[in-house]
């Protein structure tokens, strides 16, 4: 017997993972950790969402997910290592790596080592460019495989088991969403409307 269909704010996820299954997980986490703007995080937790309600098979999207983020950061390690920062310069454009910010994450690595290959992968613009600027900072490759996987293995075994447990139960969690929404919404509107009225009184005792 299927499991239902995911509710609410999960349904437009369902034909992504609903064709593609675990191609979907692996390509868009290998595509984002060399350095491509994909939602390799995104796709991770509705992944582990998806085999909490049933649809898919945790261990295999954990280390679906585990082997592309490790293959992704290795191929951006060889551009950094082969292109060096000309190759950046040239093309980090495209993928929003611009010279001012490639340089501030070249010396954030500097300062901290090999460690900051495992702290990277929690951290949104440096998880795409880690392996690019531990390759063109010249960290040896042994070393940074080793951090990295360490990363890949925090980073993947988090993020799947948090969505796995919410999948477990993400019928009776939309349920409670739907229930209090109401009272959120109306609590979000107050405090909006309270930041306009002091804005106003501000702006008229400056007058």
Not at 23 to 47: H, M, S, Y
Not at 75 to 91: C, E, K, N, Q, T
Request: aromatic fraction near 12%; glycine fraction near 12%.
């Amino acid at each position: 017997m299927s499991s239902p269909p995911l509710p609410g704010p999960l349904a437009h996820l369902e034909p992504l993972l609903g064709h593609y299954g675990y191609w979907a997980v692996g390509a868009v986490v290998l595509v984002e950790d060399f350095g491509v703007p994909a939602p390799g995080e995104t796709i991770l937790l509705a992944a582990g969402v998806y085999a909490g309600a049933g649809r898919l098979n945790v261990a295999a999207v954990a280390l679906i997910a585990f082997a592309a983020a490790v293959a992704g950061d290795n191929l951006g390690y060889l551009i950094g290592r082969s292109g060096g920062r000309a190759f950046v310069h040239r093309w980090g454009r495209y993928v929003f790596l611009t010279p001012k910010r490639f340089e501030a994450a070249e010396g954030f690595f500097t300062r901290h080592g090999g460690k900051i290959v495992t702290v990277a992968r929690f951290v949104e613009g440096l998880r795409q460019a880690n392996g690019i600027i531990a390759g063109t900072t010249g960290m040896r490759w042994h070393r940074f495989l080793a951090f990295n996987a360490l990363g890949a293995a925090l980073w993947v075994g988090l993020w799947t088991t948090l969505a796995y447990l919410a999948g477990s139960h993400i019928t009776a969690i939309y349920d409670e969403i739907r229930r209090y929404q109401l009272y959120v919404v109306l609590a979000v509107a107050v405090v909006i409307a309270g930041f306009v009225v002091r804005h106003l009184v501000r702006r008229r005792r400056a007058r």
